[in-house]
């Protein structure tokens, strides 16, 4: 029986994605399902000195204007957030008249039709008593402080060893510089949505865009006043998610909140601008590195004070530090997370949160660094590599950087630049090469699943997961195939069901290696429960036909194997990152400024690919997203309205293909069984870590000009 795991497979969902069969959130066909738009503000600070919603309720088929002034009581204050769910979030739920942000939810209408809701929507007359809103950091630098946790995985919010200063004051080479990237907003192509539909006064279906169903599920039934195992949540497809579609909205809540004061199903699609606001951002950053070192180029100091934005209302940190606490080896080290409060609406979770921003300033620095030695940057890198991890004090769990490094060089033709700036050019086109270092954590969590044989010799599995289009329904199908020892088109994969075992958020690059590896264990022991009906060990059982008619023979429509998984004593003696290098080529118009980047190049070691095709896709996008970070995309902010104000696709501007040039990928073979039971670490977000780096460098390279703030637009190069 050949072997699934790590074939280019193609997806199990492929066909009813490219026929129109896939079922996203806003495609179920509900019985009487009525229509929801939000209301949102138009101011960033104040409250609502009046709402007045008769014009919109004598709409032909309304059914109801909710604001404020309904006062629907919830059982929990939604302003309060539990500090042990980094995933939850303080939401707008019209409980009272203050405004917070920009785009707050301050209403709903609830119609017949779609358009008779936003006609409503937009005769609701508001008058506010406005208050002068802040977002820059100099407003809030005074009441700064320090998280004491920080994001997702709670990390510190500082670290130190040794003594930076004495060593930077001691260093013959030393540099300190500031690099900023800016407030970036979640664009996929499917945006938020809710459908919620009630079964009595305290049974709710959600049909959700998320991809933490057991989170949805958690936060819902807290503000609702229900049990648990009374909310259900459906989220079978999902058109892009990229960390916004992790946490609770207040969008979701409220539909369940209109479908139960209309007695009907409610379907809630948020609209593109609406995206800009109430469901989370990558906030701003501003990151002050400095380093010393001797003249050889061996690192004795680093540093990294950030600052980053959170809202009024709520605490999320962009750790953008982590990297440089990690990634070099450097004796003495000291990072810091200050996080100022702003009039916007609370950041979350942005694709490699915290990593994306933090080694894009930590590798620029790291190649500025570089031409004040003197010293090539990769050979710099190679001189500062970190045999362990010097932060958490552990040795790695896996690591193949270095062969990264050296597989990447010679895919790319590295020891063919010439060193100098404006060095390498075709006529009016100056050519630039650059480099950077990629870095992402492993991360496992506890999960469940489970797998039947059924008697016609069929293999269904089931885990509670969430498949934002990275490809999870094609990997855990191959994973459970391999470990049966049956073909793939003999097993059906389920997720996105809160019916279905328990497991965590689709974020954070974790879902391969948690659900994998709870349906490898679900499948193998599925498997010794067939073994034993053969009489034979596991290891010896073939799944024929013979196994199918013992199954059918039992007089049970299948026999079932069940496992749950979750983190051991290894995450304790052991630190789990992928790493890869990236090296990008860039064509800069000497005269314009025009940038276009010709040719990329990442070579990772991100633990066991789990399906080359969708990994490679995988670490593409990733890749690309580098390109917009670095080249296209920023939230505009009026400052003085604190309003955006390029909230749409049109200006909103993410690379096309025509931005995008060649994207050369390739991976190392590396299992590594400290961090999962499959030796898988996860790719999701790996392939963003460095690219915009790589970019800037080579844009540098190409023009002499060093640009520390993002996007690098042509006016900063003229």
């Known amino acids: 029986m050949p072997h699934a795991v790590g074939e280019p497979i193609d997806r199990v969902d492929g066909r009813l994605k490219v026929t129109g069969q896939a079922t996203y959130t806003a495609d179920w066909k509900i019985p009487d399902v009525t229509h929801a738009v939000l209301i949102t503000s138009t101011i960033a600070k104040g409250r609502i000195a009046s709402i007045d919603t008769a014009a919109a309720a004598r709409v032909g088929g309304v059914l109801a204007v909710l604001t404020y002034k309904d006062r629907i009581k919830l059982a929990k204050d939604p302003m309060k957030v539990d500090p042990s769910s980094p995933a939850d979030r303080a939401l707008a739920l019209l409980q009272d008249d203050r405004v917070h942000y920009g785009n707050q939810p301050i209403g709903v209408a609830v119609a017949e039709t779609l358009e008779a809701a936003m006609e409503a929507a937009g005769r609701v007359v508001v ?64 945006p938020h949505a809710t459908i919620a539909v009630w079964d009595g006064p305290d049974k709710v279906t959600l049909y959700d865009a998320s991809q933490g169903i057991f989170g949805d599920r958690k936060r ?204 390498m050019r075709n006529r009016n086109t100056l050519i630039g090469w650059g480099m950077a270092t990629s870095v992402y954590p492993a991360r496992r969590m506890a999960a469940a699943a489970l797998a039947r044989f059924n008697a016609d010799g069929t293999v269904l599995v089931e885990a509670g997961s969430q498949d934002l289009g990275g490809g999870t329904y094609t990997i855990m199908t191959q994973i459970a195939a391999d470990a049966l020892g049956v073909p793939v088109s003999r097993v059906t994969f389920r997720l996105g069901d809160t019916r279905y075992p328990e497991t965590p958020v689709s974020g954070g690059s974790q879902t391969a290696a948690t659900t994998g590896s709870a349906v490898y264990l679900a499948a193998m022991a599925l ?103 670095a080249l296209h995309e920023v939230t505009a902010y009026d400052p003085r309205l604190v309003r955006v104000v390029n909230n749409n696709l049109a200006e909103y501007h993410v690379p096309t293909n025509a931005d995008v040039g060649d994207i050369d990928v390739s991976w190392l073979e590396e299992e590594d069984l400290h961090v999962s039971p499959i030796g898988a670490k996860g790719i999701g977000e790996i392939g963003i870590t460095g690219s915009a780096a790589a970019i800037a460098n080579a844009i540098y390279h190409a023009t002499g000009k060093r640009v520390r703030d993002l996007p690098i637009t042509p006016d900063k190069l003229i």
Request: net charge neutral; glycine share 10%.
């Open 127 to 190: 008058r506010y008593e406005e208050q002068k809103p802040a977002i820059s950091f100099e407003s809030g630098l005074a009441n700064s402080w320090v998280p004491e946790k920080a994001g997702g995985a709670q990390d510190p919010g500082q670290s130190k060893r040794g003594d930076p200063q004495q060593a930077l004051d001691l260093a013959p080479v030393r540099m300190r510089e500031i690099y900023s990237t800016p407030f970036h907003t979640h664009s996929p192509m499917e």
């Open 527 to 629: 498997r010794e429960k067939l073994a034993a009906l053969e009489g034979v060990s596991a290891d010896k059982l073939t799944v024929d036909n013979h196994v199918q008619e013992l199954v059918r023979r039992s007089g049970q429509p299948y026999i079932e194997g069940q496992a749950s998984t979750k983190p051991g004593a290894e995450a304790e003696e052991y630190s789990g990152f992928s790493f890869g290098a990236q090296f990008a080529e860039v064509h800069v118009d000497a005269d314009l400024g025009q940038v276009h980047v010709a040719r990329m190049t990442g070579v990772f070691g991100a633990g066991k690919i789990l399906n080359a095709k969708t990994a490679r896709s995988q670490f593409i996008g990733g890749m690309v997203w580098g390109i917009s970070m």
């Open 220 to 423: 819902v039934a807290e503000l609702l006043g229900l049990e648990p195992e009374n909310v259900r949540v459906v989220s079978l497809f999902l058109g892009g998610g990229f960390g916004s579609k992790g946490p609770t909205w207040s969008h979701a809540v409220l539909c369940a909140m209109a479908a139960r004061q209309v007695n009907r199903p409610v379907k809630l699609v948020v609209r593109r601008p609406q995206m800009f606001g109430p469901v989370g951002c990558r906030s701003e950053t501003r990151q002050t590195i400095a380093a010393g070192a001797a003249k050889d180029g061996t690192l004795s100091a680093l540093t990294n004070e950030t600052l980053s934005h959170t809202s009024t209302i709520d605490v999320f940190t962009e750790t953008a530090t982590l990297p440089t606490r990690m990634l070099y080896s450097v004796p003495n080290n000291t990072t810091v997370q200050r996080l100022v409060r702003s009039d916007i609406g609370t950041p979350s979770y942005t694709r490699a949160p915290g990593e994306a921003p933090g080694t894009f300033a930590l590798e620029v620095a790291m190649d500025e660094l570089a031409y004040k030695l003197g010293i090539d940057p990769l050979e710099l890198r190679l001189k500062n590599y970190a045999e362990r991890d010097e932060n958490k004090n552990l040795p790695w769990s896996g690591k193949s950087l270095r062969a990264c490094y050296q597989q990447g060089s010679k895919r790319f033709g590295w020891t063919k630049r010439t060193p100098e700036p404006r060095s």
